[in-house]
């Protein structure tokens, strides 16, 4: 099947601080790609979704100025967490979706998500 | 929009017996049913889906089954095995298919709350 990777797949940070996950499709190009925070013992919560060459649209609560997502190819998206503080810390994943290459139409790809840890 | 109410929240079996999960959704217009098993630490894995113009779906040990009218799918688990243990999460979607050629457009998933399946020895 289709491959998402993301990067990097933990971080450690010190409150204040910007930190930058990636999110690559890499045999496929992803039209759409979403966003999900998943906090201990709970379920995926989607944070945004993003288009390729169009602005996300972030699920109600989830601040857009704290979380920037960028969709600039149909390959990469990345998600930003600005000024982190210690209720940030999370697992973070994304998905893709995409017709093209060795992607099944209906099906999201899951990245292997990124564990954010902000001190 | 789309609510996915899913049960147990926690399910524990003895070895070689079946599990089953269920899930119910709000929307109508759902179309597209996939469950993911997630052990710890990492991605979510999906291990089965169903469309909402099939009734039911096997694959080996697993099926899912699919009641439109009454809004709810299930996952089966047959001959539960230790490697079985995780959680179990259930979503729905809905897709759309533009007038273009092979364009498809997905809503995002919308999951359930997951269960957790433990399969004792």
């Known amino acids: 099947g289709a491959v998402v990777s993301q990067h990097p797949s933990r971080v450690i940070c010190k409150s204040g601080t910007s930190v930058k996950i990636e999110c690559r499709s890499l045999d496929f190009q992803a039209t759409t790609m979403f966003w999900y925070r998943q906090f201990p013992k709970q379920s995926l919560m989607l944070m945004a979704t993003?288009?390729?060459?169009?602005?996300?649209?972030?699920e109600q609560g989830v601040e857009k100025d704290k979380f920037l997502i960028n969709h600039a190819s149909l390959t990469l998206s990345t998600l930003t967490v600005t000024s982190a503080h210690p209720e940030d810390s999370s697992f973070y994943i994304c998905s893709a979706s995409g017709s093209s290459g060795r992607a099944e139409t209906d099906t999201q790809y899951f990245g292997p998500g990124t564990r954010l840890t902000v001190l | 929009g789309e609510n996915v109410e899913q049960h147990p929240s926690t399910l524990s079996v003895q070895e070689g017996d079946s599990a089953v999960i269920k899930c119910t959704y709000s929307?109508?217009?759902?179309?597209?049913f996939p469950w993911y098993k997630q052990e710890l630490g990492k991605r979510p894995q999906l291990i089965i889906d169903?469309?909402?113009?099939?009734g039911e779906k096997k694959d080996q040990r697993i099926a899912v089954t699919l009641n439109k009218t009454a809004k709810h799918f299930s996952l089966h688990i047959t001959e539960t095995q230790p490697e079985d243990s995780a959680v179990y999460f259930c979503?729905?979607?809905?897709?759309?298919?533009?007038?273009?050629?092979?364009?498809?457009?997905?809503?995002?998933?919308?999951f359930g709350k997951g269960t957790r399946l433990s399969v004792i020895a």
């Open positions: 929307d109508s217009a759902s179309n597209y």
């Open positions: 169903i469309r909402s113009n099939v």
């Open positions: 993003s288009n390729e060459g169009s602005k996300a649209t972030y």
């Open positions: 979503a729905a979607i809905t897709t759309y298919r533009l007038s273009s050629p092979r364009r498809v457009e997905n809503t995002p998933l919308v």
